[in-house]
């Protein structure tokens, strides 16, 4: 293809792309959900000690869960929850979880932020290390865990993929392709593609309409805008990640507006695609409610935490161009901060992180412990 061709090549596929997408600046009006929502059930609740946030449940019920360190080194970062007891044991073992600088952290948690159980049942660690460490020797990481033997099978630095201020948050673990997506809420925004069978892996859709939150939106609850310790409006890029039941597409979204997207997988696979060709792939979905974690159930339902209104909601894909069809699938009192998601069994396993309690300036008291719920699926949403 000569240079003119492959510039109007990639001015037809921005062009696709504007058309399909919102403006910035646009006013969007959410219809109001009134179903009513299901109660939850609590599995197990954490005090300051174990300050939750990621969670994952193997096919078999066992539950991991992550408390990020946030300079705190002294706490378990990896944990298994027996549910019975709400006893906490360090996972894989106490050794992984005494972090030192000491030494290198080849076999320890810094930071591990999110947990996801893949289709064979393994379970996968995101450790997003500490911005006040030395990156090149203490990166970030992925770790491959099987819980069968509760043995780590694998590792994958990250160091070369990311760089300060990129801020990994979430994943999403595909063996049938060999991949690994992960959402980066820092810096421009962008998705981490990371190939398992080399260990290489690339950012993409970089600064993009879909992983940069729409600076025209702000996350606000109660009607006050969320501010970070220093003062400063909260602004999350790419945060929330869903992988489709057959693995085909991949639905994400900035936490900070109200925009879910969708690209096909196999097209963030594709590193012969420029920029301009993957962003044209991009589907925008339409406008729900500012969610932080997703999960997919298994008839293609989004399930999100609700977080200004703390609520659980589905969020029904339908449609060519698609549309999004949102109600209320969980409400209790007792709920904050919907973070992580597990399914398991039929049930749905929630992760309270209470953040707005923790982590903002705006002086929300406690309400409330940290705490694992729980809810039973509709049966055709199970798997």
Same mark, same amino acid.
Do not use: C
């Given at each position: 293809m000569?240079?003119?061709?492959?510039? &109007?090549?990639?001015?037809?596929?921005?062009?696709?792309w504007?058309?399909?997408?919102?403006?910035? @600046?646009?006013?969007?009006t959410?219809p109001?959900?009134?179903?009513?929502?299901q109660?939850?059930t609590e599995?197990?609740s954490?005090?300051?000690?174990?300050?939750? /946030?990621?969670i994952?449940?193997?096919?078999?019920?066992?539950?991991f869960?992550?408390?990020?360190?946030?300079d $705190? $080194?002294?706490?378990d970062s990896?944990?298994?929850?027996?549910?019975k007891?709400?006893r906490?044991t360090?996972?894989?073992?106490?050794?992984?979880?005494?972090?030192?600088e000491?030494?290198?952290?080849?076999s320890e948690w810094?930071?591990?932020?999110a947990?996801?159980?893949?289709?064979?049942?393994?379970?996968?660690?995101?450790?997003?290390?500490?911005?006040?460490l030395?990156?090149?020797?203490?990166?970030? *990481?992925?770790v491959?865990?099987?819980p069968?033997?509760n043995?780590?099978?694998?590792?994958?630095?990250l160091g070369?993929?990311?760089?300060?201020?990129?801020?990994l948050?979430?994943?999403?673990v595909?063996?049938?392709?060999?991949?690994?997506y992960?959402t980066?809420?820092?810096?421009?925004?962008?998705?981490?593609v990371l190939?398992?069978?080399?260990?290489?892996g690339?950012?993409?859709?970089?600064?993009?309409?879909?992983t940069?939150?729409?600076?025209?939106?702000?996350?606000?609850?109660?009607?006050?805008q969320?501010l970070?310790n220093?003062?400063?409006p909260v602004?999350?890029?790419?945060d929330?990640?869903?992988?489709?039941? *057959?693995?085909?597409?991949?639905?994400?979204?900035p936490l900070s507006?109200h925009?879910?997207w969708?690209?096909p997988t196999?097209a963030?696979?594709d590193?012969?695609l420029?920029?301009a060709?993957?962003?044209? *792939?991009?589907?925008?979905?339409?406008d &729900?409610?500012?969610? @932080?974690?997703?999960?997919?159930?298994s008839?293609g339902?989004?399930?999100?935490?609700?977080?200004?209104h703390?609520?659980?909601?589905?969020?029904? /894909?339908?449609?060519?161009?698609p549309?999004?069809t949102? &109600?209320?699938?969980?409400?209790?009192p $007792?709920?904050?901060?919907a973070?992580?998601f597990?399914?398991s069994?039929?049930?749905?396993?929630i992760?309270?992180s209470?953040?707005?309690?923790?982590?903002?300036?705006?002086?929300?008291?406690?309400? @409330?412990?940290f705490?694992i719920? &729980?809810?039973q699926?509709?049966?055709?949403?199970?798997?």
């Amino acid at each position: 293809m000569n240079r003119m061709s492959a510039r &109007s090549a990639a001015a037809w596929a921005s062009l696709a792309w504007a058309l399909a997408t919102p403006a910035w @600046g646009q006013q969007h009006t959410l219809p109001p959900i009134q179903q009513a929502g299901q109660p939850l059930t609590e599995v197990a609740s954490f005090g300051d000690d174990f300050r939750l /946030v990621g969670i994952g449940v193997t096919p078999d019920g066992r539950i991991f869960a992550t408390a990020p360190a946030n300079d $705190r $080194r002294s706490i378990d970062s990896v944990v298994e929850v027996d549910p019975k007891t709400g006893r906490l044991t360090p996972y894989p073992d106490t050794a992984w979880n005494r972090f030192a600088e000491s030494r290198p952290a080849t076999s320890e948690w810094i930071n591990a932020q999110a947990l996801w159980v893949d289709v064979q049942g393994h379970l996968w660690v995101l450790d997003i290390s500490l911005p006040s460490l030395d990156q090149s020797r203490f990166p970030p *990481k992925l770790v491959e865990i099987d819980p069968a033997t509760n043995t780590v099978l694998r590792q994958y630095p990250l160091g070369d993929i990311v760089h300060r201020p990129d801020a990994l948050n979430d994943l999403r673990v595909d063996p049938r392709v060999s991949a690994a997506y992960l959402t980066n809420a820092g810096n421009q925004g962008s998705l981490v593609v990371l190939d398992l069978a080399t260990g290489k892996g690339r950012q993409v859709l970089v600064g993009d309409r879909s992983t940069r939150s729409d600076p025209t939106q702000h996350f606000t609850i109660d009607g006050q805008q969320a501010l970070k310790n220093n003062g400063q409006p909260v602004v999350l890029h790419a945060d929330g990640i869903a992988l489709s039941p *057959k693995g085909d597409w991949l639905y994400y979204r900035p936490l900070s507006d109200h925009h879910y997207w969708r690209v096909p997988t196999a097209a963030l696979r594709d590193n012969t695609l420029s920029p301009a060709a993957l962003a044209g *792939k991009v589907q925008f979905l339409g406008d &729900s409610v500012m969610s @932080g974690g997703l999960i997919m159930t298994s008839d293609g339902t989004l399930v999100g935490g609700d977080l200004q209104h703390r609520t659980v909601v589905a969020i029904k /894909v339908d449609g060519q161009p698609p549309h999004l069809t949102t &109600s209320l699938l969980a409400s209790d009192p $007792r709920l904050s901060w919907a973070d992580g998601f597990g399914i398991s069994q039929g049930k749905l396993y929630i992760a309270d992180s209470r953040l707005w309690e923790v982590s903002f300036k705006n002086g929300y008291k406690r309400a @409330g412990r940290f705490a694992i719920y &729980s809810l039973q699926l509709p049966a055709r949403a199970t798997h």
